[in-house]
């Protein structure tokens, strides 16, 4: 299906934030978040209260954002898996409709293919492109120190002017806004899609002081759901801990707070970011359709645990946005999924997916968004680190159901139950709610056919990995390319045409 709201090809930005929970964002940001700018963009937007993000892992739910696709079908697995180049994105769909498509930011993007679809790419990834992040799933339990989370995020949260993250984010945002400077120009005629994707509010939970001083007097800086103990938690919540290497840190309650009060600041710095990015479009008056979103959420301390990886829904749950000049603003509960963005876009451009879409596991949010039901359940995937064989996910309804071949079943009921304490998966009067989940998931996976293809690709990476570390090595990391021959003033330029050419608006 698909919608026409506009007689030409809209301007497209997407905003993705990284590891920001969508429990913050209930109907936009909580009142007491810090963030005008994401409070204006969903005032005038269609916001999903419950989002959920294809995969709780950076790039594995990033792969299914781009291509509609779980991670048994991309490949992409865990942090280390490979996006092979023969899956379309949203990039290829509107870059094949005569879109220019660009991105400023974090994809996460695993192989040499580090373009996806984007005909520009404007900055490099924060995170290494090859398959050093390889999860093995033939030694349970067994941390791999230099690159698993461990809660050193936690005990290190506090201020700095200038980090790792905060240089990366930073430049992110200075190279979209020259290029959306860039794009008002009108060099090229095509419609735009430009995605910029921060690495924030993502750990470790170090902020700016001026967006650290907003949340002093925060009276969110404890979780709502106090930490379990250890040997009361569900058996993946178990692994997630020692994954974390739990016992090496005296979590005190000042590092909870603390560690919260750096993740809030990093949600004003994002809407610090975003404001100056709707700055520039109003300044150089381009109109554009603007999707904010992030790839999955963060636990921060909620019953124990840390960071994402699992199907609670402060990991799962992610902020969803839909700002189009013809859909009116409106609060939509229905469950849905990071993985319906892709033929939305489509949707919203006047693109047939029809060639791909038997392979799509997302469908338009477009319906949903102007007025419409829907029953189809979202479906989660998790194979990376902190697993150790494939757990999946059913949203539907008030209901949520998990399984995975090791663990015994998760239900519970979300209107009942937000906070998840209560597994109904043995109530007896459940019964039949649960069978239900349970044929669905049944129909749905082959849950050893897919431990099968995780530990397939594992292995195969293991032994390509340190083979490419012997002898003469080239990375896979994107190198962006700075063109100075063609930059401000050159002898084979008119200077004459070039300054009329980049000057915007050109008669003021």
Known sequence: MTTDISGALPNILIVMADQLSGTFFPDGPADWLHTPHLRALAARSVRFANAYTGSPLCAPGRASFMSGQLPSRTGVYDNAAEFVSSIPTYAHHLRRAGYQTCLSGKMHFVGPDQLHGFEERLTTDIYPADFGWTPDYRTPGERIDWWYHNLGSVTG??????????????????????????????????????TVSFTHPHDPYVARRKHWDLYNDCAHLSPDYAPIDYDAQDPHSKRLMDSCDW???????????????????????????????????????????????????????????WFKMNFFEGAARVPLMIYAPDLAPALVKTPVSTIDVTPTLCDLAGISMADVMPWTDGESLMPLAQGSTRETPVVMEYAAEGSWSPLVGLRQGDWKYIACALDPE??????????????????????????????????????????????????????????????????????????ASERYMRNHMDLNILEDAKRFPRSE
């Open 157 to 194: 949260a506090g201020t700095a002017e200038i980090t790792n993250q905060l240089e990366y984010d930073d430049d992110v945002a200075h190279q979209a806004v020259a290029k959306l400077y860039d794009l008002s120009r009108g060099q090229d005629p095509r419609p735009w899609c430009l």
């Open 247 to 305: 016992r090496a840190f005296d979590i005190t309650p000042d590092h909870v707070a603390r560690a919260r009060q750096g993740y809030f600041a990093n949600i004003s710095y994002i809407d610090e970011k975003l404001g100056e990015l709707i700055a520039t479009l109003k300044a150089t008056r381009q109109d554009a359709i603007v999707i904010f979103v992030s790839d999955h959420g963060d636990m921060l301390g909620e019953r124990g645990l």
């Open 410 to 483: 998760l239900l519970f009921n979300l209107k009942d139950d937000p906070q998840e304490r209560v597994n109904r998966a043995t109530d007896p009067t459940c019964r039949e709610i649960c069978a239900r989940f349970r044929t669905m998931a049944a129909t749905r996976w082959d849950l050893a056919g897919f431990d099968a293809a995780v530990r397939e690709s594992q292995a195969r990476r293991w032994v390509v990995y340190p083979a490419l570390r012997q002898g003469g090595y080239y990375p896979w990391d994107y190198q962006p390319l700075q063109k």
